[in-house]
């Protein structure tokens, strides 16, 4: 029992020693010190330099980033050129966007080749029916070297110098020559009014029959994403890698072409709403010729037999 009492007496010494020594060891006017773990750094060694178990196939690696396969360089908005601009401007030239083709393609969006051209140099396009085929229109910068404009409709009733950037009009009506304005979707559907003589000016009746045109055409920025294709099936531009803009509309038969030739009067605005040169081209509605039956041939007659 003595034994026993002794060393739990030991043991109580010892701790208050313990005890006594650290509350020695801080001091009051100094913050608790605290104890922070250096960082553990691994070492990976690279995987070329694993060596697989036995019966293990190694993975292979790939050393650096791979280096994608070179593309088509990125397009760029063109500078303008304002010094050959205004001297074009002197010379009384239009100096907006050249109209790089303009013509008709097939529904499936194949070239439709011209036929020839007229006394007066305009190239004519033939098509067997007045509709279910494409007018297609592309742009390219002209002397200023300004961006082609996009905006296939932009109108005002009381406004009329507000055009769109394609301006095109025909010689002829189109379907029934409605002159509602863009009367292109169900249930109002209409035709197309004619401008004669040709004419771009700022009046309120041209600015709606542009308008009426231009709001049916779809507007296209890409070469491999356009309405038209090459020989080979791919999607391209008729105007080649010139044209910037294609503007195309399928000829619905609600504003089919009238039969016989029909003059389509075409130009563009820039960016900066400067027009340029304007195209002419003929669209020819000329049914393919009926084949005429061959005559029957006369039968040959059967010579008759002698009796003997």
Not at 67 to 73: K, R, S, Y
Not at 234 to 260: H, I, N, Y
């Amino acid at each position: 029992m003595s034994k026993a009492v002794a060393l739990a007496g030991a043991l109580f010494m010892g701790a208050a020693a313990m005890g006594a020594a650290g509350c020695s060891l801080a001091r009051p006017d100094e913050p608790e010190a605290i104890a922070t773990a250096a960082p553990t750094v691994r070492t990976v060694a690279p995987a070329s330099a694993a060596t697989p178990a036995p019966g293990q196939q190694a993975m292979p690696t790939v050393s650096g980033t791979p280096t994608p396969p070179a593309g088509d360089a990125l397009s760029t908005r063109p500078i303008g050129d304002e010094k050959a601009a205004a001297a074009a401007k002197r010379a009384g030239k239009d100096v907006g966007p050249v109209v790089n083709y303009g013509g008709i393609a097939r529904a499936d969006g194949k070239r439709v080749a011209s036929v020839g051209k007229n006394a007066q140099g305009i190239p004519i396009y033939r098509h067997p029916v007045g509709s279910g085929f494409m007018i297609v229109i592309e742009g390219k910068p002209g002397i200023n070297n300004v961006e082609v404009g996009r905006s296939n409709y932009r109108y005002k009733e009381d406004d009329p110098t507000l055009y769109p950037d394609l301006q095109i009009q025909v010689s002829r009506p189109l379907g029934d020559g409605n002159p509602a304005v863009c009367d292109s979707r169900k249930p109002n559907l209409g035709g197309i009014p004619a401008v004669v003589p040709p004419s771009f000016a700022e009046t309120a009746k041209v600015s709606a029959a542009l308008n009426d045109f231009s709001c049916r055409f779809e507007t296209f920025i890409e070469s491999n994403a356009s309405c038209t294709i090459n020989q080979f099936g791919d999607f391209e531009f008729l105007g080649g890698k010139d044209s910037k803009v294609q503007f195309c509309m399928v000829v619905a038969r609600t504003w089919a072409f009238p039969s016989g030739d029909t003059l389509v009067t075409v130009r563009l605005l820039d960016t900066d709403g400067n027009p340029g040169p304007v195209s002419r081209f003929i669209i020819q509605y000329k049914p393919n010729p009926t084949p005429q039956p061959k005559p029957a041939a006369a039968p040959t007659p059967t010579p008759q037999r002698r009796r003997l």
